[in-house]
């Protein structure tokens, strides 16, 4: 395994994509990533939920007229080894580092236009990956 970014404060602001993971409390007191851009929630991860972890939980990337990235997080596997990430844009792909947040989830960032990605396990046990959602700014 290469260097394993690992952030345990209680919020992480992604500069890149205005987006702020924090940290939460879901039902029976289990860890919740929360998801915000600006002041808005627009994802809840909950650790050891009834329906397992899921690897992937959400992937997003950059609105129309905005500077390129993409952005996925999810659950750590049981073992806490975070997942290789990878993004696509046709046939080019950038593997991403993955940073742990608050020991239960991961986070993985990077500049540039994509548009699926994947996750895998070290052990390539678990794959999940799809098309990344654009976002898309909130009309006021």
């Given at each position: 395994m290469g260097d394993v970014l690992q952030q345990t404060t209680t919020e992480l602001y992604l500069r890149l994509s205005d987006c702020t993971m924090r940290v939460g409390k879901g039902s029976r007191g289990r860890p919740a990533l929360e998801v915000y851009t600006g002041y808005r929630l627009i994802d809840v991860a909950v650790a050891g939920a009834a329906l397992g972890p899921t690897l992937l939980r959400g992937a997003l990337r950059s609105g129309r007229g905005e500077p390129p990235w993409a952005l996925a997080w999810g659950v750590l596997p049981d073992d806490g080894v975070p997942p290789r990430v990878e993004f696509r844009r046709g046939r080019f792909a950038l593997q991403a580092p993955a940073t742990i947040f608050a020991e239960r989830f991961?986070?993985?960032?990077?500049p540039g236009t994509y548009r699926s990605m994947t996750v895998r396990t070290e052990d390539d046990a678990v794959?999940?990956?799809?098309?990344?959602?654009?976002?898309?700014?909130?009309r006021l």
């Amino acid at each position: 395994m290469g260097d394993v970014l690992q952030q345990t404060t209680t919020e992480l602001y992604l500069r890149l994509s205005d987006c702020t993971m924090r940290v939460g409390k879901g039902s029976r007191g289990r860890p919740a990533l929360e998801v915000y851009t600006g002041y808005r929630l627009i994802d809840v991860a909950v650790a050891g939920a009834a329906l397992g972890p899921t690897l992937l939980r959400g992937a997003l990337r950059s609105g129309r007229g905005e500077p390129p990235w993409a952005l996925a997080w999810g659950v750590l596997p049981d073992d806490g080894v975070p997942p290789r990430v990878e993004f696509r844009r046709g046939r080019f792909a950038l593997q991403a580092p993955a940073t742990i947040f608050a020991e239960r989830f991961w986070v993985a960032t990077v500049p540039g236009t994509y548009r699926s990605m994947t996750v895998r396990t070290e052990d390539d046990a678990v794959g999940e990956g799809g098309r990344l959602t654009r976002m898309r700014t909130p009309r006021l």
